[in-house]
């Protein structure tokens, strides 16, 4: 597509007779080259007996030297261990499970190590209760060999000893324990059998202990909700493969709606299979993952969200409200109601929005639609935060009532809105320590930072859920001289058995029924048959349930707060059934339908899908990770719709370099002001709302690199992810690192396939998966024939034949697998400056496609009937603009593996070339750095090292350091500058599955072959395997229906397969 | 393998002393015993714990049996039962039996109930022997001698050689100015003809200087060419390494396969350095070498260095038959460096296609000093792979590729490259 407009970097070009603009016309560098400062000393030059003569004399000498020294071939010591461990043997990897939990990511995992080193993280395919790794979660292996951790405990300035530190602290808490003030632990949510018994026991000891669970960002409202009506602390769970209709209303269950992990419950429903798929119908706000994938996705304001869930518990349970919304949203409202009610319990609600009443009104409608994919018996334990208590808990730290504060797993300074007075409160303790990783922005105003150890490095134990436990065991010595929290409680109790001791010892009593603590911690997982509940034992739950009293089941301050006690007097005559459940129900519906939307803007608060609650954020490949929706990298922004940034005089467009620029707004919410807010332009944002991430805007305990963004925690007022805002231009464009720069698909249907659950029913796969056909001799002939082929076809039916799978369908774009492949691949980070001139280095990327309208069709019609400039100009330019709505598309893309390869043939120097197995081969070093192939690569999937990525200060990331080079997989080449590079089908796996087999003796079974992305997709959506295996899975895939290759026209032959993505419009 | 052997070669023994027993033995108490047959079950039985003139696991057993009735009154009958069964010595509460169990750090010794009065009068036979004298200094001086010898002996030949080309060449002047002086007489003009140097004639020849320009630039082209495909090539490097380990001795003389050692070339990519918990496995009782190895280049003396050089690496006390704990790892020069961007599985070749390792390590159990046998370039790999046939019976995996790839190329056997082993990326990822 040739683009007519005109493209500009900055306002000053618009100005026609600018003088800059004209002299930066002329001058390529801005800036003269300095030669004055080596040059300009006549005197000193003149003086220099260095002459002309010397001086080449030298660089002749020196260059023959260099070269001379090159010939001499470097010696290379081998240390072998003194003892080796039994279990290790160099060159082979071992796997550990264990479990991530950092208060935010809990997840169980497997651990591949090598020689000892933890390297990549991996599915745990025993642990079914917590969905697969995230992003994040893959990543964090990363975090263990950050070369900013703590090495050892600190008092002050200066490193102390363990011993001096525990004897110090336990002194200290003695003294307090008589004084009448409060000792208080501030944590994560551990959700630890054995640390709630732990702790629990610390009380016992020390008296006046308070123990304040704090998630920085917070659920509490669900868990108010669930409380309220289960009477347990927890979230319910959800099984969204078991929905055949799915609404959610501001909930990102793809994301980190209620501590994540929903999305492989919801990808098996999204497959079509026997003709029937789920339909998932989401109102929100920002353009979320969740909405992203949705069937239909309404934008409404968070406000809006409110009276749209009343509205929905009035069509589904009963009742009757009056709220106040355009009509299409009330219609889409009846719809997805009369939807729900048709399939019943097959039905499933959520919300996201951050109220006790919404929560309530939720799981009343599961309730009564006894939705299947709804369990409300084993609540989710992950998150348990309070954020009354943590209110509470500043408030008393102000006023002197906390004698000691001990934190661990949590960093309020950065995290908190009011950390100004969390700080103040610091130095009103007499005692102050931290548990941390990392000297962060709480630690180092604490008087003693604690090194923690990574959980790579720790003990633990998880209860997921109820009754679904996890162990977390080290998969590597310590690195540095950490104690884990729990350690330190253990020795401040007077408890000389180690941590580890104590698991095993609370497993055996409680948990484990008589099961083997071995086979437990082999597996990682535990799932207990009895109902076993751990007692949170915490003062801060106790206070949550002992404070309120219940008005008809919903917690009554809240109720007063939205008007509801008034309501109560008027409207009793609409309830018509009498079970408390049901009423509170109701109650809440209207109390929800009473909310009043605001006059100006709203800002929802998310997190992001790579930094999260940003306690990442020092990991340069979270940092790197573009997110999924806006394909940006380094950074956070304000997502602001079309309508309201020209309304507000914000932009946010594409410059001649292929970057994209955004204007700065100063973000305003209850008096506390963000200056220099980057916008960016959100197709599908709710106009009336803008969104802004958690996460970033860390300042200490990081890397300058990894400083970047905004910290939007500033704005969470009261832990209310939706504030009023006001939002004004500020002066200056933002330079963001975005890499992909297209705005909408402009009808060119043949890269994403589409086509709706209707169709595919009902037509032929002719009509909505056509094979491209080309004219041979007047005649229509399938590309995929032999005789429009330029090549000779070459005999791949013996031995393996790799092909990739990826479903358009199930794919949810939250990758993971970019992560994976990084960790697996080596793939460099190559920073900010250097992803804005496109230089990233990912070898998979995920491509998100809008599409403006409802279906392609109507793109490609209004493609087709164009005519004459005039026309085309004006109509191009409105499907350039991404619609209010777009329909979102996920794709990842990665070398396509083509059997007929373009990079193989252009070539000069045979670096690439194209293996038996179906892979395309690369051999760094054979490359010369031409670029040829990628030029000619018509999916834009080959990478070149334009620098020099390991061992280099300017790209000062994980490759740049001893302790960060540990990550790196021994199996795979870290290329250098001036080559190519690109995803090899990760052939180091395949060709190891080989190996086994063959030392084996055996044949391979199908599903042994896996990339680092097919493993790392806990979703099903990509399906690596042997085709010539007739059994196997990808086998039968490619002769799916669904199935076609991307850009089919061109003759490639790819060896990677994509299937159609098929929406369900069917509306009931 | 040779474990095995060792194993039978053990119960052989064990059995031919049995039938030994059962055939000689006829009275209950044999005052005499015969210190050669003692020495043989000795060996056999007592040397892996006990020295005769070392402590080692156990006491050293120069004379136990005059010292044990000097020194604690206990007669033959005492150390029968303790060598029979010393558990139950020890059990029935005997002082000094309990002593000798708590001194050697409560291991109780192994109990060899199969051992009859004689040969425990044999063995004892054998420990009465006077240790024989120190070897002579003059005998090692002799040595000496002797190889001195031969370098003087070689000396001489070149020195007598060289005696007689100045002899030759005297001989040939005095006969040219014999002649000269004979030519004088007799008034024969001997001027000598100056013609053109030869080197101006050459200059002259145009054929000849653009031949030997022609001859000089391929001369150089091709040593250019030879010089520069050896840079990076290491074939031969011998480097000097921390400990003189000789793979001579130990896969050569005493036969110890290689995968003893180096067990990970069975399994993984590396064939790995032993860890020195493996070189303890043998070298605790080991402790020195025998007369024999040494040989003219190094001593006893040397090697026994060297195992002391492994006791200091591994922290093991030799005179307390304990670690010490102070560990100091032992920095190896590495021989074999394939660039990093050449990928090479050892189990692939060791396990999978049986190769032997001399294939690409040459004679290693003939190296007394470890080198780089072969050049380990890309054409060195491709070349096997060329020429080396897959071996495909008794696995399973390669039954169905074969029977069609092998149909397809229309062989009997298929070669490594035809299975595909010439693909860049088999080895370049």
């Not at chain 2, 492994?310 to 920095?331: F, M, N, R």
Request: hydrophobic share 35%; charged share 20%.
């Amino acid at each position: 597509m040739s683009s007519n407009k005109k493209y500009w970097k900055s306002v000053e070009e618009l100005n026609e007779n600018s003088s800059i603009v004209e002299t930066l016309q002329q001058n390529e560098f801005v800036e003269e080259i300095p030669t004055d400062e080596f040059l300009g000393n006549k005197e000193s030059l003149e003086s220099s007996k260095t002459t002309r003569r010397d001086f080449l004399k030298y660089v002749g000498f020196s260059t023959a030297a260099a070269s001379l020294a090159a010939c001499e071939g470097p010696v290379i010591k081998s240390i072998p261990y003194v003892v080796q461990p039994v279990e290790i043997i160099p060159g082979v990897a071992n796997y550990y499970a264990t479990t991530i939990a950092d208060g935010f990511d809990f997840a169980s995992v497997l651990v591949k190590t090598r020689e000892g080193r933890p390297i990549k993280i991996e599915n745990n395919t025993l642990a079914t209760t917590s969905g697969s790794a995230n992003a994040r979660v893959n990543a964090s292996v990363l975090g263990l060999y950050d070369s900013m951790r703590m090495q050892g405990p600190v008092k002050g300035d200066s490193y102390i000893s363990w011993e001096d530190l525990n004897a110090e602290v336990s002194q200290k808490l003695t003294e307090l324990s008589g004084s009448g003030k409060q000792i208080v632990l501030l944590t994560q949510t551990f959700a630890s059998p054995s640390t709630s018994k732990l702790i629990s026991e610390f009380k016992q000891k020390y008296g006046n202990v308070n123990h304040v669970v704090y998630d920085a960002v917070s659920e509490s409202a669900a868990l108010d909700a669930y409380q309220a009506k289960y009477n347990e602390r927890g979230l319910a769970s959800y099984d969204f493969s078991k929905a055949e209709t799915i609404v959610s209303v501001g909930g990102d269950f793809l994301g980190d709606w209620q501590g994540g992990g929903f999305d492989s419950g919801y990808a098996a429903g999204r497959i079509p299979t026997k003709g029937k798929m789920s339909r998932h119908i989401q109102f929100e706000s920002n353009m979320s993952l969740t909405g992203a994938n949705a069937d239909k996705r309404v934008p409404v304001t968070p406000s809006q969200q409110k009276l749209v869930l009343a509205k929905l518990y009035s069509e589904v349970v009963g009742g009757s409200v009056s709220v106040d919304l355009p009509e299409h949203i009330l219609t889409a409202v009846s719809k997805a109601a009369s939807q729900l009610k048709s399939v019943g319990s097959k039905g499933v609600v959520v919300t996201g929005v951050q109220d006790v009443n919404a929560q309530t009104v939720v799981l009343e409608i599961n309730d009564y639609l006894n939705s299947k994919a709804f369990d409300a018996a084993t609540p989710i334990k992950i998150r348990q935060g309070n954020d009354k208590a943590v209110n509470t808990l500043v408030a008393e730290m102000k006023a002197g009532k906390v004698g000691a504060i001990i934190m661990s797993g949590v960093n309020p300074i950065y995290t908190l809105p009011n950390a100004a007075d969390f700080a103040e409160g610091l130095t009103q303790t007499e005692l102050s320590v931290t548990f941390s990783l990392k000297a962060d922005e709480t630690s180092t105003q604490t008087q003693y930072i604690a090194a923690a150890p990574h959980y790579l490095e720790s003990w633990g134990d998880v209860e997921l859920k109820k009754g679904h436990f996890a162990l977390m065991q080290p998969t590597i010595r310590p690195l540095f001289d950490t104690k884990q929290f729990q350690d330190a409680l253990l020795n401040w109790t007077g408890n000389d058995v180690s941590y580890h001791d104590y698991i095993k010892q609370t497993w055996n009593e409680n948990i484990l029924a008589g099961s083997s603590f071995s086979q437990a911690l082999h597996d990682g997982v535990f799932v207990s048959n009895g109902a076993i509940s751990t007692s949170n034992g915490t003062n801060a739950t106790a206070t949550a349930t002992d404070d309120k009293t219940f008005v008809g089941g919903i917690i009554e301050d809240v109720a007063t707060g939205l008007g509801l006690n008034k309501d109560k007097e008027t409207t009793t005559a609409t309830e018509q059934t009498t079970t408390t459940a049901s009423v509170s129900g109701a109650s809440a519906a209207r109390a929800l339908a009473s909310s009043t939307a605001s006059a100006g803007l709203e800002l929802s608060l998310y997190t992001k899908v790579g930094m999260g609650d940003g306690k990442q954020a020092n990991n340069p490949w979270l940092q790197e990770f573009p997110d999924p929706i806006t394909r940006t990298s380094w950074d956070n922004y304000l997502t602001v719709s079309k309508d309201d940034a020209k309304a507000l005089g914000l932009k946010s467009e594409h410059v001649a370099n292929g970057g994209l620029n955004g204007s700065y707004a100063n973000v305003t919410v209850n008096g506390t002001t963000i200056e220099n807010v980057p916008v960016i332009i959100q197709p599908g944002q709710a106009k009336g709302s803008v969104g802004l991430s958690f996460g970033y805007g860390r300042t200490t305990g990081l890397k300058n690199e990894m400083k970047t963004g905004v910290n939007a925690y500033k704005l969470y007022h009261n832990f209310n992810n939706v504030q009023d805002v006001s939002v004004s231009a500020a002066q200056g464009m933002h330079e963001f690192a975005s890499v992909q720069l297209h705005n909408t698909l402009m009808g060119r249907g043949d890269i994403i396939k589409e086509t709706t659950l209707e169709i595919f029913n009902t037509k032929d796969k002719s009509e909505w998966n056509a094979i491209p056909v080309v004219s041979l001799n007047h005649v229509e002939t399938p590309v995929t024939s032999p005789e429009v082929d330029l090549w000779d076809e070459y005999d791949r039916t013996i031995g393996h034949h790799f092909n990739l799978s990826i479903d358009l369908n199930a794919c949810t774009g939250c990758g993971a697998c970019v992560i994976a492949c990084h960790a697996e691949n080596n793939v460099p980070v190559v920073g900010k400056e250097e992803v804005r001139k496109s230089r990233d280095m990912h070898w998979l990327r995920i491509d998100r496609y809008y599409s403006s309208e409802e279906s392609f069709a109507e793109d490609i019609e209004k493609k087709e009937n164009i005519s004459g400039l005039g026309s085309s100009l004006s109509e191009f330019g409105e499907m350039e603009h991404a619609s209010d709505n777009p329909q979102v598309v996920f794709q990842p893309v990665m070398c396509q593996h083509c059997n007929h390869a373009p990079c193989e043939t252009v070539c000069p120097v045979a670096a690439t070339s194209h293996g038996r197995q179906g892979q395309n081969h690369m051999a760094y070093n054979r490359c010369v750095g031409t670029r040829y192939c990628a030029n000619n690569c018509p999916y834009k999937v080959r990478r070149f090292n334009w620098f020099l990525y390991s061992e280099n200060d300017e790209f000062d990331y994980h490759m740049n350091d001893d302790l960060g080079r540990m990550v790196l997989n021994p199996d795979v080449v870290v290329r250098s500058r001036g080559v190519m590079e690109k995803c090899s089908m990760c052939i180091q796996k395949t060709q190891k599955t080989i190996l086994d087999a063959k030392r084996d003796g055996r044949e391979i079974k199908d599903g042994e072959f896996q990339t680092a992305c097919s493993a790392a997709c806990g979703n099903g959506a990509m399906v690596f395997g042997d085709i010539n295996d007739k059994d196997s899975k990808v086998a039968k895939l490619l002769e799916d229906n669904r199935m076609y290759h991307l850009l089919e026209y061109v003759g490639t032959e790819p060896n990677v397969q994509y299937h159609t993505k098929v929406r369900n419009t069917t509306e009931a | 393998m040779k474990q095995v052997s060792n194993r039978k070669l053990g119960r052989n023994i064990l059995k031919l002393s049995l039938i030994f027993i059962l055939t000689i033995s006829t009275s209950i108490f044999a005052q005499e015993g015969d210190p050669a047959k003692g020495k043989s079950l000795f060996n056999a039985n007592c040397a892996a714990c006990h020295k005769l003139d070392k402590k080692m696991t156990g006491p050293a057993l120069r004379h136990i049996e005059q010292k044990l009735a000097d020194e604690q009154g206990l007669d033959r009958a005492w150390l029968a039962a303790w060598i029979r069964n010393s558990s139950s010595v020890i059990k029935s509460g005997d002082a000094y039996a309990a002593k000798i169990y708590d001194e050697y750090g409560g291991a109780a010794m192994t109990a060899f109930p199969q051992l009859s009065d004689q040969d425990i009068s044999d063995i004892l036979a054998y420990t009465a022997e006077e240790a024989p004298a120190p070897v002579e200094v003059a005998t090692a001086s002799g040595t000496g001698q002797a190889s001195s010898e031969s370098g003087i002996s070689n000396k001489i030949i070149l020195g007598a050689l060289a005696l007689l080309f100045a002899l030759l060449a005297m001989a040939l002047l005095l006969v040219r100015r014999t002649l000269n002086r004979f030519a004088e007489a007799k008034n024969v003009d001997v001027t000598e003809t100056k013609g053109v140097p030869i080197w101006k004639a050459f200059v002259q020849n145009q054929f000849l200087v653009l031949v030997t320009v022609i001859f000089l630039l391929l001369a150089s082209g091709y040593y250019l060419y030879g010089y520069m495909m050896q840079i990076g090539v290491d074939q031969g490097y011998q480097p000097v390494q921390p400990i003189h380990f000789s793979h001579k001795i130990h896969a050569g003389d005493n036969g110890i396969d290689c995968k003893f050692c180096h067990s990970s070339a069975r399994v993984s990519k590396t064939s790995g350095i032993p860890s020195l918990n493996v070189c303890m496995n043998c070298h605790k009782s080991v402790y020195e070498v025998a007369e024999t190895t040494a040989t003219e280049e190094y001593s006893k003396e040397f090697y026994d260095g060297e195992i002391k050089k492994l006791y200091d690496a591994v922290g093991w006390s030799d005179a307390d038959q304990k670690y010490t704990g102070e560990t100091q790892p032992v920095k190896w020069v590495r021989i074999h460096n394939l660039p990093d961007f050449a990928y090479f599985n050892h189990s692939q070749h060791v396990s999978v296609a049986g190769i032997e390792c001399q294939t690409c390590h040459g004679p290693i159990e003939e190296m007394e000093i470890v080198s780089q046998y072969s050049p380990l370039t890309m054409g060195w790999c491709i070349n096997c792979h060329r020429d080396t046939n897959v071996k495909v019976k008794d696995n399973a995996y390669y039954t169905k590729i074969h029977e069609e790839l092998s149909k397809k190329y229309g062989v009997e056997e298929l070669t490594a490259a035809q299975m595909g082993g010439l693909e860049c990326g088999k080895c370049h990822y």
